[in-house]
């Protein structure tokens, strides 16, 4: 699976839009860009995933660039539930496993 | 609330123990994994399971095992626990294998090996 690349820190303020950047230069034809996120110590929380088109669901949009090399994760109104780290994961078809890298601790301040 | 639960919360257990680690899977879920989280080395892979078949290995110790039951639920095996084996150990769900396939993370059971 190709690798991302993430800031290590982000600071965001509350009820402003959170974009939280990735790089994955390497990525292939048939790999996914998924995001999730953990809160302190609980178990990682899935966000979205896209392959090529850009996506949206309740919690956050997913902007992919048309080269697939980078992508960016938004969340439209961080509110500070939304402090946690987030992690870029890229994974192939038929991949099994998510590999977790050091992800973006975003702080999200009143 | 992903549905993934996962028992015990808490296992405090001394070095050279073996402990048991209880997973059920979402409802129609047929794929488990089994992730650990230690402070130095992040959270990793260690196997998977799709329909009672062992599907993947990572990077699991020759200590460690698992099974899937015919029931769909999950155990790992932790056996000669040493103080390195404190960590989180997480079980995710997914309902297929596949890149396409979102994974549902449990709430972890946290062991402490002292």
């Known amino acids: 699976d190709a690798k991302t690349t993430q800031p290590p820190s982000m600071d965001c303020a509350e009820g402003r839009a959170a974009n939280l950047p990735c790089n994955h230069s390497?990525?292939?034809?048939?790999?996914?860009v998924y995001w999730y996120r953990q809160i302190h110590s609980q178990g990682p929380q899935y966000i979205i995933h896209?392959?090529?088109n850009n996506e949206t669901n309740e919690m956050a949009s997913l902007i992919i660039t048309e080269d697939r090399k980078s992508s960016t994760l938004i969340l439209p109104h961080a509110t500070l539930r939304d402090t946690a780290v987030y992690y870029c994961?890229?994974?192939?078809?038929?991949?099994?496993?998510?590999?977790f890298g050091g992800g973006t601790r975003l702080m999200v301040k009143p | 609330d992903s549905g993934v639960t996962q028992t015990p919360k808490h296992l405090i257990t001394a070095t050279g123990q073996r402990v048991t680690l209880r997973c059920s899977p979402r409802?129609?879920?047929?794929?488990v994994y089994w992730y650990q989280q230690s402070l130095d080395q992040g959270l990793q892979f260690l196997i998977q399971?799709?329909?009672?078949?062992?599907?993947a290995k990572g990077n699991i110790l020759e200590r460690f095992s698992a099974q899937q039951f015919p029931d769909l639920h999950s155990e790992l095996n932790l056996s000669s626990l040493e103080l390195g084996d404190s960590a989180l150990y997480f079980c995710?769900?997914?309902?297929?294998?596949?890149?396409?396939?979102?994974?549902?993370f449990g709430p972890g059971t946290r062991l402490t090996v002292t």
């Open positions: 995710a769900s997914s309902v297929d294998v596949g890149g396409m396939y979102e994974q549902y």
């Open positions: 390497t990525i292939s034809g048939n790999e996914y």
């Open positions: 896209g392959l090529k």
């Open positions: 994961i890229v994974r192939s078809n038929a991949g099994n496993m998510l590999t």
């Open positions: 409802s129609g879920d047929l794929s």
């Open positions: 399971y799709y329909n009672g078949e062992e599907r």
